[in-house]
Nanobody, 116 residues
Framework: QVQLVESGGGLVQPGGSLRLSCAASGAWPSFKAWGWYRQAPGNQRELVGFIVSDGDIKYADSAKGRFTISRDVAKDTVDLQMNSLKPEDTAVYYC??????????WGQGTQVTVSS
């Protein structure tokens, strides 16, 4: 069983930056994909980006050029660096891991609010 815990959310002004971190624990020998989704009020949960097991990283169009996903193997974390934040980035951000048989694991979510 995998446990995911997000941290780093908060309130930031437009144009600012935030860094989210997702820590994984539990029994998980490998993963297929590990990344981030977000859900704004009234909207469906949408993909932000993810890293696959071979190290390739994919981003949603809304995240390209502003967001960066990175993995720290030693710490078992995946981080989401968000720059040039916009009010429309306001959402609950969820960490997601798909294990080697494509089971989904979710963190509890962390709120990101972009507002002046």
């Amino acid at each position: 069983q995998v446990q995911l815990v997000e941290s780093g959310g908060g309130l930031v002004q437009p144009g600012g930056s935030l860094r989210l971190s997702c820590a994984a624990s539990g029994a998980w020998p490998s993963f297929k994909a590990w990344g981030w989704y977000r859900q704004a009020p009234g909207n469906q949960r949408e993909l932000v980006g993810f890293i696959v097991s071979d190290g390739d990283i994919k981003y949603a169009d809304s995240a390209k050029g502003r967001f960066t996903i990175s993995r720290d193997v030693a710490k078992d974390t995946v981080d989401l660096q968000m720059n040039s934040l916009k009010p429309e980035d306001t959402a609950v951000y969820y960490c997601n891991l798909k294990d080697r048989i494509w089971r989904n694991y979710w963190g509890q979510g962390t709120q990101v609010t972009v507002s002046s």
